[in-house]
């Protein structure tokens, strides 16, 4: 039987280059198991629909584009959806012309009365309102309650887009 040792008597520097080798592969294989579950998890948290404090810009973001649902309503049938909001949501699930609705609204973004919710877990205010400056003309207050969840009309840290 041969030694597995070098010709020179020397230990075999075989098994420290073994356990190298391993090392670069599973410190690899750690990184991607990291990054996967750091992914996983702000992934879940993002589009889970859980409340959470969601930044004002992402609240502005949604209450824009239900400006632009309610607008495109308005456009198509000539008076704004009603009021409060969960007649607001009844209206903008109706078919538009090109026979989608004007708005899908997850069932999570809804209270048990069909209020739409803001991104706090409060109900969004849609309020159908006169305009003072054309008589007889209606406009609309759109806004979430932002983080407080605190009704502060729109003022404070209420997030709200202008008609």
């Given amino acids: 039987m041969t030694d597995p040792r070098p010709a020179d008597g020397s230990p075999s520097s075989r098994p420290a280059e073994t ?22 998890i702000f992934g879940y948290y993002a589009w889970s629909g859980h409340t959470r ?32 909001s969960s007649a607001l949501v009844r209206a903008l699930a109706t078919p538009s012309k090109r026979g989608a609705p004007y708005l899908q609204i997850p069932a999570h973004a809804l209270t048990a009365s069909g209020d739409l919710l803001d991104g706090w877990g409060s109900p969004v205010c849609y309020r159908v309102v006169p305009v003072s400056s054309s008589p007889g003309s209606r406009g609309f207050e759109l806004y979430s309650f932002g983080p407080n969840k605190k009704d502060e009309g729109g003022a404070g840290d209420d997030v709200c887009v202008e008609d």
């Fill in 19 to 40: 356990a190298g080798l391993r090392a670069l592969v599973v410190i690899p294989i750690l990184v991607v198991l990291l990054a996967g579950g750091t992914f996983a």
């Fill in 53 to 84: 404090d969601t930044p004002s810009s992402d609240e502005l973001e949604r209450i824009t584009v239900l400006r632009g649902a309610i607008l495109a309503y308005a456009e198509e049938r000539g008076a704004l959806p009603p009021g409060p």
